[in-house]
């Protein structure tokens, strides 16, 4: 959930501490019903969907992280050879501010090969490099044999009841996804299903894992240690390991915040489907007061 190492939040220029716009219950936004629009082959247009958190006139990372594993898949896809790959690990760091505005998403492999792989795709705003993410691609093989090592599963998301996560962020992505936590939030420690009904990219199908990654971001949010309108606390990245892929619409979040002492923090996020763990996520923190006047 960054704020590019700029300035205000969610309190800035009078935005108060509810999202902008309004939402049906389909959370459709002036009539969009995706985060993003195909231009051309690589270029892509937000909707107000794709609103930030920390400034709702800048892009929440979590749908933009999904539309680049989007844009690797798409990469993939045009590869003989490639199905037998599946993504690993996948990182990103932020570079800039991410103006709520076009995008350009460019893909290559930096160490081919026919087992193990990686990707590196770079996202183009204005000119500019905002995020540069990486992917490790692994050969996919049977080892249901020694599977093991996972945490419990989590309670099901049709059991535990929905949180108004807009009553503590602003801007349209927050209010695009239905959050529920399965215990009441606490300060540095929540665990909440995540999903949204809006397409990724308006009339195209998104892999599952693309689907998923487009909402990992959102656990910098879910559990604040600290209120966002006295404190910042962007993270500058989103490094997700996976030891199977996910499945399904929802996306678990078990999540653990940390402050240090001198400005940085980590939050560390085992990630869930309906039908286990997959992986886990962490994101560095830049820790620091919010500025008045």
Known sequence: MPDPLGAGGPDRKGKGPLSTGTHDRDGRLGGHQSYFERIDASRYKSTPHAGGAWDVDEMHFSPLGGLVVHAVDRYLAGRPGAEGLAIARISFDILGRLALDECEIT?????????????????????????????????????????????EVLTPPEEVAAWDMASVWPG????????RPLAPPRPG??????????????????????????????????????????????????????????????????????????????????????????????QILTVRPQRRG
């Open 189 to 282: 420690r929540t665990t909440a299903w995540i999903a949204s009904p809006l397409e990724l990219v308006a009339g195209e199908p998104s892999s599952a894992l693309a689907s998923f990654v487009a909402l990992v971001d959102t656990a910098n949010g879910i559990a604040v240690r600290e209120s966002p309108t006295e404190w910042m606390f962007p993270n500058v990245d989103l490094t997700l390991h996976l030891h199977r892929q996910p499945r399904g619409r929802w996306t678990g979040l078990d999540t653990t915040v940390t402050f240090g002492p001198a400005g940085h923090g980590v939050t560390s996020t085992v990630l869930h489907d309906v039908h286990g763990p997959v992986g886990h996520a962490q």
């Open 172 to 179: 349209g992505y927050i209010a695009s996804i239905d959050v």
């Open 107 to 151: 893909v290559e492999s930096v160490r081919p090969g026919r087992t193990i792989e990686l990707l590196e795709a770079v996202v183009v705003i204005a000119g500019r490099p905002v995020v540069r993410a990486r992917a490790w691609l692994l050969a996919s093989a049977d080892t249901e044999a020694v599977a093991g090592g996972a945490a």
